[in-house]
Nanobody
Framework: QVQLVESGGGSVQPGESLILSCAASKYIKSTNSMAWFRQAPEKEREVVAFISGDGTATYTDSVKGRFTISRDNAKNTLYLQMNNLKPEDTARYYC??????????????????WGQGTQVTVSS
């Protein structure tokens, strides 16, 4: 089993930045994909970004140009740099690891491991 622990969330004003981190309890193969999802109240969990084993990053349209996903395999840590935050970015952000297939990366059901999430609130 792999445990994922997110950190770095908080309350910020529009236009500000945050960096989220996701620390894994054990080694995650560099060939395995990792992802950030988010879920706002009364909305479905949606993918924010995922990074494949070869380092290819994919973003949902609403965060392109503002968010950057990265990983440090030596530290078993995934990051999400969030710039120019907007109120619509308010959600609980979850880290996911090890995509198992059987669907697309955009589907939460295709990921094996999840963290408990960290809250991001953007408000003036």
């Amino acid at each position: 089993q792999v445990q994922l622990v997110e950190s770095g969330g908080g309350s910020v004003q529009p236009g500000e930045s945050l960096i989220l981190s996701c620390a894994a309890s054990k080694y995650i193969k560099s060939t395995n994909s990792m992802a950030w999802f988010r879920q706002a109240p009364e909305k479905e969990r949606e993918v924010v970004a995922f990074i494949s084993g070869d380092g290819t990053a994919t973003y949902t349209d609403s965060v392109k140009g503002r968010f950057t996903i990265s990983r440090d395999n030596a530290k078993n840590t995934l990051y999400l740099q969030m710039n120019n935050l907007k109120p619509e970015d308010t959600a609980r952000y979850y880290c996911a690891a090890e995509w198992r297939g059987g669907g697309t990366h955009f589907q939460p059901s295709t990921w094996n491991y999840w963290g408990q999430g960290t809250q991001v609130t953007v408000s003036s």
